[in-house]
T-cell receptor
Framework: KNEVEQSPQNLTAQEGEFITINCSYSVGISALHWLQQHPGGGIVSLFMLSSGKKKHGRLIATINIQEKHSSLHITASHPRDSAVYIC??????????FGEGTQLTVNP | SAVISQKPSRDICQRGTSLTIQCQVDSQVTMMFWYRQQPGQSLTLIATANQGSEATYESGFVIDKFPISRPNLTFSTLTVSNMSPEDSSIYLCSGVGGRVLNTEAFFGQGTRLTVV
């Protein structure tokens, strides 16, 4: 079992739909990051979470430390949201462990 | 929070040549790391870049193939040496620091390398 597991692996949605991507982890962490990887490979950091909830535009990220679970939500999805979304956890040893990513495709 | 500038963003290289990727951080980070993402795979740690000393490599990665430098707290380079098509991957640097020690991670933009 991987230390970081994401679901689903692939997700196809229609424009305007509400999207949820999940991340579960099995180790103690000091922070959790959500990253967006564009089709060309470029990586953008979306959120860093250590507790609670953060919102940026149409993106919302939540974390439940007790349940070792985080979710990334996209409201009113748009084709430009199509990308790979990656969950990464930062452990107390300063190591990052990455999930395998969720490939999101939003169709017009 | 720190910002990491990674260059180049992409390159196409001939086999047998070498490519050096640079990461510049706009403020000090405690630790810096280099990762590789092969096609269809998740990001895997290559090595920890240590300031002023040899990098610490993960199993399966060696210094002769991936020499790394970190001359100060804000700059690091990764060289992919004697490249083959199997080295075609995305390479990513990251830094760890933060106001509360080592509780924040920062990311470069990634370098997409294609070896022909």
């Amino acid at each position: 079992k991987n230390e970081v597991e994401q679901s689903p692996q692939n997700l196809t949605a229609q424009e305007g739909e509400f999207i949820t991507i999940n991340c579960s982890y099995s180790v103690g962490i000091s922070a959790l990051h959500w990253l967006q990887q564009h089709p060309g490979g470029g990586i953008v950091s979306l959120f860093m979470l250590s507790s609670g909830k953060k919102k940026h535009g149409r993106l919302i990220a939540t974390i439940n430390i007790q349940e070792k679970h985080s979710s990334l939500h996209i409201t009113a999805s748009h084709p430009r949201d199509s990308a790979v979304y990656i969950c990464a956890v930062l452990t107390s040893g300063s190591r990052l462990t990455f999930g395998e990513g969720t490939q999101l495709t939003v169709n017009p | 929070s720190a910002v990491i500038s990674q260059k180049p963003s992409r390159d196409i290289c001939q086999r047998g040549t070498s490519l050096t990727i640079q990461c510049q951080v706009d403020s000090q980070v405690t630790m810096m790391f280099w990762y590789r993402q092969q096609p269809g795979q998740s990001l895997t740690l290559i090595a920890t870049a240590n300031q002023g000393s040899e990098a610490t490599y993960e199993s399966g990665f060696v210094i002769d193939k991936f020499p790394i430098s970190r001359p100060n707290l804000t700059f690091s380079t990764l060289t992919v040496s004697n490249m083959s098509p199997e080295d075609s991957s995305i390479y990513l640097c990251s830094g760890v620091g933060g106001r509360v020690l080592n509780t924040e991670a920062f990311f470069g933009q990634g370098t997409r390398l294609t070896v022909v």
